[in-house]
């Protein structure tokens, strides 16, 4: 089958309906999954689906770039300046995603990181439900930065 494009927003919906997805069974094991009892076992749940799901589509759909990585998931760097992320329109390129947290229904709000110019974090983190969103990816390289909202999944 043919690739199958995919914007970045859907891509984080999707990451976000497979952890919701989980919940029963992680929970059935005693693996806590809502914050603040969220621990090692979640996260790294958690960060490979993000992995599998969000980072390698979109390393996928620029593969023959030399993009930096994706910042990791619910991680908060000491720097961004060098690093690529996700962001959304609504909160800017100066708020990177960190990571989703449940609100009214599990995994259904995306929490951003507030970024100054330099790229340094700030204490200052952003807020919204996920499917008010429009995601996109800053690439950065050290020739370029690159914004795209779409990608294509070798996945059918």
């Given at each position: 089958?043919?690739?199958?494009?995919?914007?970045?927003?859907?891509?984080?919906?999707?990451?976000?309906?497979?952890?919701?997805?989980?919940?029963?069974?992680?929970?059935?094991?005693?693996?806590?999954?809502k914050e603040?009892?969220?621990?090692?076992?979640?996260?790294?749940?958690?960060?490979?689906?993000?992995?599998?799901?969000?980072?390698?589509?979109?390393?996928?759909?620029?593969?023959a770039e030399?993009?930096?990585?994706?910042?990791?998931?619910?991680?908060?760097?000491?720097?961004?300046?060098?690093?690529?992320?996700?962001?959304?329109?609504?909160?800017?390129?100066?708020?990177?995603?960190?990571?989703?947290?449940?609100?009214?229904?599990?995994?259904?709000?995306?929490?951003?990181?507030?970024?100054?110019?330099?790229?340094?974090?700030?204490?200052?983190?952003?807020?919204?439900?996920?499917r008010e969103?429009?995601?996109?990816?800053?690439?950065?390289?050290?020739?370029?930065?690159?914004?795209?909202?779409?990608?294509?999944?070798?996945?059918?």
């Amino acid at each position: 089958m043919s690739p199958k494009p995919n914007t970045i927003t859907e891509l984080v919906v999707t990451f976000s309906e497979c952890l919701s997805a989980l919940t029963p069974y992680v929970t059935r094991v005693g693996i806590p999954w809502k914050e603040p009892d969220n621990y090692d076992e979640w996260d790294a749940i958690a960060s490979t689906i993000y992995s599998s799901i969000v980072v390698s589509t979109i390393a996928y759909a620029v593969e023959a770039e030399l993009f930096a990585k994706l910042a990791p998931y619910d991680m908060s760097l000491s720097n961004y300046a060098n690093t690529s992320f996700l962001f959304s329109r609504k909160f800017g390129r100066d708020a990177a995603f960190l990571r989703l947290e449940s609100a009214v229904i599990p995994f259904d709000t995306a929490v951003f990181q507030r970024i100054t110019p330099d790229g340094q974090p700030n204490e200052k983190q952003e807020r919204d439900l996920v499917r008010e969103l429009q995601f996109l990816a800053l690439l950065r390289s050290e020739v370029e930065e690159r914004e795209i909202d779409k990608a294509i999944s070798n996945l059918a």
